[in-house]
């Protein structure tokens, strides 16, 4: 199976929108309190495409996950109860959501490794994301790919887990020739 990582497009949003709704079933039937309060909703992800924020992860003709990706955008990540590990730029992620046709495939983590590299490719090393304190298995997706737990931030009156990966900057070979030089 090949995946591809791109912006999503007003068309797809009854494909999101079906993804998106299988994931709060999920949610509910875990017992979770996380989107079960009209939140998100097609309008949220309209806003999101509109916006060049919503992203696909495909398998040729079909949408097996969404995501929100947004760069230096997240008002409520500035009042934070704890430390985030940088001030610096940061990508946000948001909405994670995989289709139950592509379940136990890890696809949560390759969306968030394509998000890594959606980061430094625009020159950024930090991704920043959140998720309520009953959401297990995010949780463990992002301990299992090196996120830190860096405290609480709230959402719509709600605290949630805020995390954060610090990405390695890949040094060019041409630097590492020149550093071994000046020894």
Same mark, same amino acid.
């Given at each position: 199976?090949?995946?591809?990582?791109?912006?999503?497009?007003?068309?797809?949003?009854?494909?999101?929108?079906?993804?998106?709704?299988?994931?709060?079933?999920?949610?509910?039937?875990?017992?979770?309190?996380?989107?079960?309060?009209?939140?998100?909703?097609?309008?949220?992800?309209?806003?999101?495409?509109?916006?060049?924020? %919503?992203?696909?992860?495909?398998?040729? +003709?079909?949408?097996?996950?969404?995501? =929100?990706? &947004?760069?230096?955008? *997240?008002?409520?990540?500035?009042?934070?109860?704890?430390?985030?590990?940088?001030?610096?730029?940061?990508?946000?992620?948001?909405?994670?959501?995989?289709?139950?046709?592509?379940?136990?495939?890890?696809?949560?983590?390759?969306?968030?490794?394509?998000?890594?590299?959606?980061?430094?490719?625009? %020159?950024?090393?930090?991704?920043?994301? +959140?998720?309520?304190?009953?959401?297990? =298995?995010? &949780?463990?997706?992002? *301990?299992?790919?090196?996120?830190?737990?860096?405290?609480?931030?709230?959402?719509?009156?709600?605290?949630?887990?805020?995390?954060?990966?610090?990405?390695?900057?890949?040094?060019?070979?041409?630097?590492?020739?020149?550093?071994?030089?000046?020894?």
């Amino acid at each position: 199976m090949q995946f591809h990582f791109r912006k999503a497009v007003v068309s797809e949003i009854p494909q999101i929108w079906e993804i998106l709704q299988q994931a709060i079933d999920r949610r509910k039937k875990d017992g979770s309190d996380q989107w079960q309060d009209g939140y998100p909703n097609q309008g949220v992800i309209q806003k999101d495409i509109e916006s060049g924020a %919503g992203y696909v992860l495909t398998e040729g +003709d079909s949408i097996a996950g969404y995501s =929100a990706v &947004m760069l230096n955008n *997240e008002p409520a990540y500035a009042d934070i109860d704890g430390k985030w590990l940088t001030n610096k730029d940061f990508v946000v992620i948001h909405r994670v959501a995989i289709s139950e046709n592509y379940l136990g495939k890890g696809l949560a983590q390759k969306l968030l490794k394509f998000v890594e590299e959606f980061a430094v490719e625009r %020159g950024i090393y930090s991704i920043k994301a +959140d998720t309520n304190f009953d959401n297990l =298995a995010m &949780m463990r997706i992002f *301990e299992k790919l090196g996120y830190v737990y860096c405290g609480e931030v709230s959402f719509r009156g709600s605290a949630r887990r805020a995390y954060e990966k610090v990405l390695e900057r890949q040094v060019p070979e041409e630097a590492i020739d020149a550093e071994k030089v000046l020894q």
